[in-house]
């Protein structure tokens, strides 16, 4: 019987560089700082458990479905018959589309195939347990009825429906929660709203049309705060997130304050750190890339795309395999953490097979193993994860972090969790486990079958059958007092 060996050291560390990658920094976030809130927002005085109370079933969650979904998906990557780069939400932007031209999208939209029904149902089965939606990306167009905005996919649109509120209704009956997605900076359709004209940029073209001209403070009273209202009064006990993005420096700490004090009418709300202005909102919101050890102290939501783009591009499919996303979902959790994962359902409102493929494969794997998932703590080792390199540098020029790929760990109060990716096979060694384990089992296994163990000082050796009983991560269960 092969023996193999795991040497776990208990380590406490600290997370001092996160390295992005290039497509979040080109059209990632520039987050405006400041410490002066003009309004405190509502986290900066609840009581610790009050927090606990807000965020316990976000916590629980662990699992999210995030949906680009808009006028973008027409084009899906392609204008005027040239290929468009950079992600597929972003054309109107990559390729300088006048607000007249893009606008006229509208009149094509009609996404018949839309079934809110069925994504949440997807949603469900992928074993997700809260839904994100782009109500309004930076091209300006809501995706809701807006009274505020005529630029919406009930009045402009031959498809007149809500999408949002169909979204509403089944997540309400299957059980699903719903938040929202607002571009509260960028907004290239409306006068004021092509972000960036104060600097801080990479991008090529940021202000391409002259009716993109205006205030953006005018902006964002006339648009964006009445389409935030809306959103938190239409839509009954929705939204339960709102995911702000983008900020620029331009979202001054008085006009964030503006619309925290609107936040802060919806004491159970949660909201990102991406509102701009110095907030620091609920979660930390690492974008395609999953930090070295999580945020201690923080919570946070490594959102991620399947292939490379957000919003649907008809010729991107370079989708990450099911053990990829898998294995990103257990890293998340096993470092405390969510993981809020992209669809980018086309023109007709249909979802991509090769998405509806992995996240049905997914949801096969947490119907037997998701006890090691929801509603776990983070790992009780540490250094499994891997290690900052003392010799490989990042972009930043910080030690690079190598991850390492053999197994992660999550936890409760009576668990140990360890999601074995090679393997197992034959005796496993554990050191320096903390607690007493008093029983041992495979979670994919129905009979639940005790695994021979023995527990010293130096560890823990257990008995492991040769063959792995899933071929992406197989969990052993260590009961423990
Ligand atoms: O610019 C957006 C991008 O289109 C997408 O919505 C992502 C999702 O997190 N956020 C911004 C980039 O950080």
Not at 44 to 68: L, N, V, Y
Not at 234 to 247: H, K, Q, R
Not at 256 to 273: K, R
Not at 369 to 375: C, F, K, P, S, T
Request: charged share 20%.
């Amino acid at each position: 019987m092969k023996t193999y060996r795991i040497v776990i050291a208990v380590a406490v560390l600290t997370l001092t560089s996160i390295a992005r990658p290039s497509l979040a920094q080109l059209e990632g976030s520039h987050i405006a700082t400041s410490s002066d809130h003009p309004v405190a927002a509502i986290q900066d005085t609840e009581t610790a458990a009050q927090r606990d109370a807000r965020m316990s079933w976000w916590r629980e969650a662990r699992f999210g479905m995030f949906i680009h979904w808009g006028l973008y998906s027409i084009p899906a990557g392609t204008w005027n018959g040239k290929q468009v780069s950079g992600i597929g939400e972003w054309i109107m932007n990559r390729g300088s589309i006048p607000v007249a031209d893009y606008k006229a999208l509208a009149s094509q939209f009609n996404p018949t195939a839309f079934s809110a029904h069925d994504i949440v149902a997807l949603a469900k089965s992928a074993g997700m347990k809260y839904i994100v939606i782009t109500a309004k990306h930076h091209d300006g167009f809501a995706m809701f009825d807006s009274k505020a905005d005529p630029f919406n996919i009930v009045a402009a649109t031959p498809f007149h429906r809500d999408p949002i509120r169909e979204l509403a209704e089944e997540c309400r009956k299957q059980g699903v929660k719903l938040g929202f997605y607002y571009s509260q900076d960028q907004d290239w359709t409306a006068p004021g709203g092509a972000a960036f004209k104060t600097g801080n940029h990479d991008l090529p073209t940021h202000h391409w049309d002259p009716a993109q001209d205006g205030d953006f403070a005018a902006y964002l009273h006339t648009k964006a705060i009445p389409q935030l209202k809306e959103l938190l009064s239409n839509y009954g006990e929705f939204p339960v997130v709102i995911w702000f993005d983008t900020p620029t420096a331009d979202m001054t700490p008085a006009l964030a304050g503006e619309i925290v004090a609107l936040l802060n009418q919806h004491p159970n709300l949660i909201w990102n750190n991406r509102l701009g202005g110095g907030y620091q909102g609920d979660t930390e919101t690492p974008e395609q890339f999953i930090p070295a050890q999580g945020y201690p102290g923080r919570d946070w939501e490594a959102c991620m795309t399947m292939n490379d783009t957000w919003g649907y591009k008809s010729y991107d499919t370079n989708f990450k395999s099911t053990e990829t996303l898998l294995r990103n979902l257990i890293d998340i959790a096993s470092k405390g953490g969510n993981y809020l994962l992209n669809i980018g359902p086309d023109s007709m409102g249909r979802v991509p097979p090769a998405e509806i493929e992995r996240l049905q494969q997914v949801g096969q794997w947490l119907r037997v193993n998701g006890e090691a998932i929801y509603g776990t703590h983070p790992t009780q080792f540490g250094d499994e994860a891997g290690a900052f390199s003392t010799t490989e540098k990042d972009k930043q020029g910080k030690p690079k972090f190598i991850p390492a790929w053999n197994w992660r760990s999550t936890t409760t109060a009576d668990s140990i969790y360890m999601e074995i990716f090679n393997g197992p096979s034959g005796n496993l060694h554990i050191g320096k486990v903390s607690r007493t384990v008093t029983g041992a089992y495979l979670l994919a296994d129905p009979a639940r079958k005790p695994l021979k163990f023995t527990q010293t000082a130096d560890g823990i050796d257990i008995a492991l059958p040769t063959h792995a009983l899933d071929p992406i991560a197989t969990v052993l269960v260590l009961k423990t007092k």
